[in-house]
């Protein structure tokens, strides 16, 4: 097994060197789901580095849900449950299951040029005759079917996306490689909802099985709306997480500030915009900066 190439001079600590290096043997499949890592003694030997780092950075991905540890057995790769982050960066679900590990397939159910809806039209501030396609995907993680997702995305930001295979390619890199568009910014709430009809269908889920329910609006970086998705995750196969912290009121502390600590690569609700950038004009739906509902 070749070990990391530790940085010993970067300021960024030996064990989160270690986790992103351990993260690369899942993505890669070099560790696939319900792998047993080596012996704690072994593995710190193989990276160089004490068993005193290699925990904290095992510790980072048990706690992340990526790793799993049974007393008296070892350490293994999580298979099975899925981390959605709540307050993370903008990502799309093919990007968090491939930084997971998660090998996963599409299938493409729909994918047309048709008129929106006057929820989708409103949501995507399009005016009267403007054009939307319309994606309709699953994910599905071991032959399972694990999420249904409708995508609506304005025509005229991307024209001849309808011709685009997205069994084998992801929305949100298709609009930003093929298309030159900045996603920035989105917005999503969460609703715990029963299934029914097609959504049960489509999950093969009974009528009435918890299914977690997600809007989202995505937004270029000037603020115009470029997505509108409705993503319904089996209740059995995701769980949700979110980094939350509490204001420290008349200090004049926690204001604007990642706080210390915060594992590399999270950032509070409302993150996609640059620390100190202003949101677009009409962005935040309210002075907070994010909204989470449920």
Not at 35 to 53: I, Q
Not at 111 to 135: F, I, Y
């Amino acid at each position: 097994m070749d070990g990391p190439q530790l940085d010993r001079t970067s300021p960024v600590p030996l064990y989160l060197q270690i986790k992103e290096w351990m993260l690369d043997q899942i993505r890669t499949g070099r560790w696939p789901q319900r792998y047993k890592l080596p012996a704690e003694e072994d593995l710190a030997g193989a990276v160089g580095v004490s068993r005193g780092t290699l925990r904290k950075a095992i510790a980072e991905l048990v706690r992340e849900g990526v790793l799993h540890q049974i007393h008296g057995k070892g350490t293994f790769v999580t298979a099975g449950g899925i981390e959605q982050p709540l307050a993370q960066r903008l990502s799309a679900f093919s990007e968090l299951l491939e930084e997971r590990g998660i090998r996963y397939s599409t299938r493409v159910l729909q994918q047309r040029v048709e008129e929106p809806a006057g929820r989708v039209a409103s949501l995507l501030r399009l005016e009267p005759g403007q054009q939307v396609v319309h994606l309709a995907r699953i994910r599905l993680v071991e032959s399972c079917p694990v999420a249904y997702m409708e995508n609506y995305v304005p025509v005229h930001l991307a024209p001849g996306l309808e011709r685009v295979d997205f069994a084998r390619q992801g929305l949100f890199r298709t609009l930003e490689q093929d298309y030159g568009l900045t996603l920035a910014w989105g917005q999503r709430t969460f609703e715990a909802l029963g299934a029914e009809g097609e959504v049960a269908e489509y999950l093969e889920l009974p009528a009435g099985a918890p299914v977690f329910y997600i809007q989202q609006v995505v937004y270029l970086d000037d603020g115009r709306p470029v997505e509108f998705s409705d993503v319904w995750l089996r209740g059995d196969r995701f769980r949700l997480s979110a980094v939350i912290r509490r204001p420290r009121e008349g200090r004049g502390e926690g204001r604007g500030r990642e706080p210390a600590g915060l594992p590399r690569g999270l950032q509070p609700a409302g993150a996609g915009l640059e620390p100190g950038r202003p949101a677009p004009a009409g962005a935040w739906p309210d002075p907070s900066g994010a909204k989470l509902c449920f």
